[in-house]
C-alpha cells in the first residue's frame, strides 16, 4: 500500500486575487495571474475587497487613482485591506503602498516601509527595458519601467529582491511586494508566480507565526 505522504496531492483551490481595474493595464495583470494558476477579479468597488485572498495594485498614474478612490470610502476599505491582507503594488501601485512619496508628495497607504520618489528618471531614461540578475531563481529577469519611480530609502523589515543602479526595483515586507517596473508587460511570470504563493501561504504562516 502507498505511504499517505506518497500519495498525489490534490491540486489546491486556486487562489483568488484581486486587480483594482480603475485605470491602468489591469487586464495583463490578470491574465499574468490566470497564467500563474490564481483566479484574477477585477475590483472596482470597496466591497468587492471582501471577496478576495490577495491584490494587485497596477501601474497607472497614482494621482488619478488617488482621486478614484477618494470617492465612496474606497480609501478607507482599501487602507484597511492593505493592512492585513497580501497585496502587490507595481509601478503607481508601488508609489501607493509607500510609508513616504516624494517628488512631489502625496498621500499613501503608508504599508510599505520606504519613501518613492515619483518619476524619478529623467525624460530620456524614463522608460526602458533591462534585463538583471534578482534573488528570484532562474536567472535574469525582464524589467519594463515606464516613467517609473525610485524607491530611494527603505526601513526596517523590507526585503530587496533586485535592483537598478543601485536602487530596489522589487521588494518584499510581509504580506507586501512591490516592484518599480511592470512584470506584467513580459511573459516571464515569476514575479506573479511568487505574489499567488505568497497569497497561498500567507493564511498558514499568520497561523504559525501566532503559535510561535
Ligand atoms: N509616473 C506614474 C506616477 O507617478 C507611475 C507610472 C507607472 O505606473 N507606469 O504615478
Redesign the pocket.
Known amino acids: 500500500m502507498q505511504a499517505l505522504d506518497e500519495l498525489p496531492k490534490a491540486p489546491a483551490h486556486p487562489v483568488r486575487i484581486g486587480v483594482l481595474a480603475i485605470q491602468?493595464d489591469y487586464d495583463a495583470h490578470a491574465q499574468a495571474l490566470r497564467e500563474a494558476g490564481a483566479e484574477p477579479v477585477l475590483i472596482r468597488k470597496p466591497e468587492e475587497l471582501s471577496t478576495i485572498d490577495g491584490l494587485i495594485i497596477p501601474?497607472?498614474?497614482?494621482?488619478t487613482f488617488l482621486k478614484f478612490l477618494e470617492r465612496d470610502g474606497f480609501l478607507a476599505s482599501l487602507q484597511d485591506f492593505v493592512r492585513h491582507k497580501p497585496t502587490f503594488g507595481t509601478?503607481?501601485g508601488c508609489?501607493l503602498l509607500a510609508t513616504e512619496v516624494t517628488h512631489p508628495p502625496q498621500q499613501s497607504l503608508g504599508v510599505l516601509n520606504a519613501t518613492v520618489e515619483?518619476?524619478a528618471y529623467g525624460r530620456q531614461i524614463d522608460s526602458a527595458i533591462q534585463t538583471s540578475d534578482t534573488k528570484l531563481p532562474g536567472g535574469p529577469l525582464e524589467m519594463v519601467y515606464?516613467?517609473?519611480?525610485r524607491i530611494a530609502k527603505t526601513g526596517d523589515g523590507v526585503t530587496i529582491l533586485a535592483e537598478r543602479d543601485g536602487f530596489p526595483v522589487l521588494v518584499e515586507q510581509g504580506h507586501i511586494m512591490a516592484a518599480t517596473f511592470?512584470p506584467e508587460l513580459s511573459t516571464d511570470r515569476r514575479v506573479h508566480q511568487r505574489f499567488v504563493d505568497l497569497v497561498r501561504d500567507w493564511p498558514s504562516r499568520q497561523t504559525r507565526s501566532a503559535h510561535s
Open positions: 491602468g501601474g497607472g498614474e497614482s494621482t509601478c503607481a508609489i515619483r518619476n515606464i516613467r517609473a519611480p511592470h
